[in-house]
């Protein structure tokens, strides 16, 4: 007989295990931990409720009970009588204002249109390498192609042009395994000699396949920005990899032109450089030369932004161990050798987020042509729109939506720069 | 056995300068020197050519000519009749004021937003993270005209405050924020006081010395004496003491609404104000996220550990966590005060008159001279930026961990 016979009840089975108690699950558990955690804390959400309760108060009425079909500010006041709301028909107004700036030919606006999709379809590849890797023939081809859809005249420039970096790419092969620097030299040389003789075709046959010809002072809006954008960022990487490899290098002369050009650069706001586009360079060009402005522009924004982009690369390369820079020795590779395999390829991935955020702040510093009285989506906002009789007087609407632009394209690039680096960690961790 | 080692000597030969690496290096460097004088006496050519042909020489002579016109925001005095170069210190004045009005407000936003955003309150942090995204992905060109343009459209306007039926009122009768900028009194330093001020100043430095003394006491002998009150009682005694001995020598001049406008007080500008403001809340977001990376670059084994020494947890903060934290923030911070300054020369889009406003913009028009303005523009901005990283080596370098 056992012990548990004289004692009136002992549970034989388990009990069935209780829910946690309602304060320590779920939603309830959420809001306890994060957001009513202390008096302080509750103190900090009710505040916060408070001003996104304000900022909305304020902001979804006047989205909401905005007006999108009115023909003047005035009428949209009329209609609306006091009541909040916005007047977005300044927007779908002044929509192909906005994106393509006046003076573009509006029957021309299905180019610039063609340019921006062609251009998403010849960036892709160079953004997600699981593309396939055809496609980088199209990138390849698409600064000919958006040149002489945006510009305009006869497709034999760009085509002219084309040939030019063919033949000195033919050539540059042909010659790469004798040296670097001759091939690099005969490649310039022979890009140089076809686009000579070519321009001598196209001058002479400025009606084949021609465009109409739009003068870049026509190009205007959010597409001049993004044009300045794309041009420069795309110019300035080459040029700055080269500013940092020459800021690195054993060679005395080669380095202290390299820290004077990136020093000076660096060491003055942009607006100056802008200015320096638009009164001073003329003065060093040869008499009579007339140049454009946006070239001139580009110019100038490309050697900003490539110091910037041989700052962030020289953070790359110092953040190389020195034991693969003596490792490519070793191997008996040359300079350009290792540069080419070895070094760059590391030093690059490592300064990815530097030159997505150079870039981000190059995009939005294409802005500040506007002061210079070019039209670029600021320009057009201060300048044709807020000027104009029927719009006088509408800043949060125009304002707000340069604001919403601007913030997607940056926000995406940077969250793209966020994804590139998870893809690129190829470390253990 | 003779070593095998030895290099016979060769005799220089031509085809060395490419083909030797010794002496590669010489052609190189031979051939950019080269390039360079070339270019840069073409440059030269050019201009000269350029010059002549518009009978233009290079000459700074106009900055001693009257400019011509006014500055209405301006800390020294000027008018019309003074020369181009005293126009130009008025810029020059006005950039570093924006300026450090700029620095000190982006950083008191920039470190409250980056805490904030690392507070484990989940709307807190949201709205601050969403605060950042938005100020750091849009031009800032964009937000000096947004804030100057609804500044302009939101606030009374002076006659607002006229009549018997006024709708806008002085703040605490002597602040007044219009639509045109805002009027604050103004004090005024009576004869005596200097010494007050003076004083001031002393009592300053006193709690600077107090401070220290108090250090070298703790880790002298041991002995933790107070600071913070000491400090205040420093801060406020002997300045409000003499400020009565003195027969109260500092007086305010109150702004007050005569005619059309307000007279009196510090009147500043609504360009400087939405300038001012434009920059800071964009800046602070880049110092934000700098001040989030430098406390989250402190490992919390520091905390853990300071916290097992038994360190309150307002020591943890300012003899551990602060002083390591410090080492990652403010090398950044001190390059975006750099990018606050040369981002302030955007104030000609809302026309206040910086340097960028003056000396690049009214003078280069009325005398069209191009060349020489824009070289001096430079050559401020250039100095600057270089003495300020000048400065930044060297406390680079003071703040070196010292590996023993």
């Known amino acids: 007989m056992s012990r548990t016979d004289n004692i009136a009840f002992v549970r034989s089975d388990m009990l069935p295990e209780m829910p946690p108690p309602t304060a320590e699950t779920g939603a309830i558990k959420w809001l306890r931990e994060n957001l009513f955690s202390s008096a302080f804390n509750t103190i900090l959400t009710l505040l916060s409720l408070y001003v996104i309760f304000q900022l909305l108060q304020g902001?979804?009425?006047?989205?909401?009970?905005?007006?999108?079909?009115?023909?003047?500010?005035?009428e949209c006041r009329d209609i609306l009588d006091g009541a909040s709301g916005g007047c977005f028909s300044v927007?779908?107004?002044?929509?192909?204002?906005?994106?393509?700036?006046?003076?573009?030919?509006?029957?021309?606006?299905?180019?610039?249109?063609?340019?921006?999709?062609?251009?998403?379809?010849?960036?892709?590849?160079?953004?997600?390498?699981k593309l396939p890797r055809k496609m980088l023939y199209f990138t390849g081809l698409f600064p000919f192609l958006g040149f002489w859809l945006i510009w305009g005249g006869t497709i034999l420039t760009p085509i002219v042009i084309l040939a030019g970096f063919i033949a000195g790419y033919v050539a540059f092969r042909r010659l790469e395994h004798n040296s670097f620097a001759m091939a690099a030299l005969g490649g310039i040389i022979s890009a140089w000699i076809v686009i000579w003789l070519g321009g001598f075709i196209s001058g002479s046959m400025s009606g084949f396949i021609a465009l109409e010809s739009v003068p870049s002072r026509d190009l205007g809006g959010f597409m001049l920005n993004l044009i300045l954008g794309v041009v420069c960022v795309s110019l300035s990487l080459p040029i700055g990899i080269a500013l940092a490899l020459g800021r690195q290098s054993d060679l005395l002369i080669i380095k202290w032109i390299c820290v004077v050009?990136?020093?000076?650069?660096?060491?003055?706001?942009?607006?100056?450089?802008?200015?320096?586009?638009?009164?001073?360079?003329?003065y060093f060009l040869p008499p009579g030369t007339n140049f454009d402005l946006i070239l001139r522009v580009i110019?100038?924004?490309?050697?900003?932004?490539?110091?910037?982009?041989?700052?962030?690369?020289?953070?790359?390369?110092a953040a190389l161990p020195s034991g693969q820079f003596e490792a490519a020795n070793s191997l008996g590779l040359d300079y350009a050798q290792s540069m080419q395999l070895i070094i760059l390829p590391q030093a690059l991935k490592i300064s990815i987020p530097g030159i997505v955020n150079v870039a981000v702040g190059l995009f939005k510093d294409t802005t500040l042509v506007s002061v210079i009285s070019m039209f670029d989506l600021v320009g057009m906002i201060r300048g044709p729109i807020l000027a104009s009789t029927e719009w006088?007087?509408?800043?949060?609407e125009l304002w707000s939506f340069a604001v919403l632009l601007f913030f997607v394209v940056c926000f995406s690039i940077s969250k793209y720069s966020q994804w590139l680096e998870q893809q690129l960690r190829t470390d253990h961790r | 056995m003779a070593t095998l080692s030895d290099v016979p000597s060769e005799s220089f030969r031509l085809s060395m300068l490419i083909n030797d690496k010794r002496y590669r290096s010489y052609t190189f460097q031979f051939i950019a020197l080269l390039l360079l004088v070339v270019a840069f006496s073409y440059l030269g050519y050019n201009l000269a050519k350029n010059l002549q042909a518009a009978g233009l020489n290079i000459s700074y002579s106009f900055l001693g000519d009257p400019a011509g016109y006014d500055i209405n925001q301006r800390l020294i005095d000027y008018n019309s009749q003074s020369s181009h170069w005293r126009a130009s210190l008025v810029g020059v004045l006005n950039t570093l004021l924006v300026a450090f009005l700029g620095c000190i407000t982006a950083?008191?936003?920039?470190?409250?937003?980056?805490?904030?955003?690392?507070?484990?309150?989940?709307?807190?942090?949201?709205?601050?993270?969403?605060?950042?995204?938005?100020?750091?992905?849009?031009?800032?060109?964009?937000?000096?005209?947004?804030?100057?343009?609804?500044?302009?459209?939101?606030?009374?306007?002076?006659?607002?405050?006229?009549?018997?039926?006024?709708?806008?009122?002085?703040?605490?009768?002597s602040f007044a924020f219009t639509g045109r900028g805002f009027y604050l009194p103004k004090p005024i330093f009576n004869d005596g006081s200097g010494i007050v001020v003076?004083?001031?100043?002393?009592?300053?430095?006193?709690?600077f010395f107090y401070r220290r003394y108090a250090k070298k006491a703790l880790f002298e002998r041991g002995q933790l004496l107070p600071t913070f009150l000491p400090s205040v009682a420093i801060f406020f005694i002997p300045s409000i003491l003499f400020f009565f001995i003195m027969g109260q020598p500092i007086s305010l001049d109150y702004p007050a609404l005569k005619g059309f406008n307000f007279q009196g007080g510090i009147y500043m500008r609504a360009s400087l104000i939405s300038l001012w403001f434009a920059l800071s809340i964009y800046t602070a977001a880049f110092i934000a996220e700098n001040v989030r990376a430098g406390i989250l670059s402190v490992s919390a084994g520091q905390t853990e550990a300071a916290a097992s020494l038994g360190l309150r947890p307002n020591r943890i903060?300012?003899?551990?966590?602060?002083?390591?934290?410090?080492?990652?923030?403010?090398?950044?911070?001190?390059?975006?005060?750099?990018?606050?300054?040369k981002n302030s020369s955007l104030a000609i889009a809302v026309g206040y008159m910086d340097l960028t406003g003056t000396l690049g913009g009214i003078t280069l028009n009325q005398t069209g001279r191009a060349i020489e303005t824009i070289l001096l523009l430079m050559a401020f901005y250039l100095t600057i930026s270089l003495s300020i990283s000048a400065i930044m080596n060297v406390y680079n370098n003071s703040i070196k961990l010292r590996e023993r």
């Open chain 2, 107 to 173: 950083t008191i936003i920039g470190v409250f937003v980056g805490v904030l955003r690392l507070s484990n309150n989940w709307i807190v942090s949201k709205l601050m993270s969403v605060y950042v995204e938005i100020f750091r992905n849009v031009p800032v060109l964009i937000w000096i005209l947004m804030i100057m343009a609804v500044f302009t459209a939101v606030l009374p306007k002076p006659k607002d405050y006229r009549g018997a039926d006024a709708t806008a009122s002085m703040v605490a009768d």
């Open chain 1, 91 to 129: 927007l779908t107004e002044r929509w192909n204002q906005l994106l393509f700036g006046f003076k573009y030919p509006p029957d021309q606006y299905w180019r610039m249109a063609l340019v921006f999709v062609l251009m998403l379809g010849a960036v892709a590849p160079v953004l997600y390498q």
């Open chain 1, 299 to 317: 110019i100038m924004i490309t050697m900003f932004s490539s110091a910037y982009i041989a700052e962030v690369i020289r953070g790359g390369l």
């Open chain 1, 59 to 74: 902001f979804l009425p006047w989205l909401l009970g905005g007006y999108w079909t009115t023909s003047s500010l005035r």
């Open chain 1, 392 to 396: 006088n007087g509408v800043y949060w």
């Open chain 2, 198 to 207: 003076a004083v001031f100043l002393l009592s300053i430095a006193g709690i």
């Open chain 2, 317 to 341: 903060m300012n003899l551990v966590v602060l002083p390591q934290a410090l080492r990652v923030i403010i090398p950044p911070l001190i390059s975006h005060f750099l990018n606050l300054t």
């Open chain 1, 261 to 282: 050009f990136i020093e000076f650069i660096r060491g003055v706001p942009l607006i100056t450089l802008l200015f320096v586009a638009n009164v001073v360079l003329g």
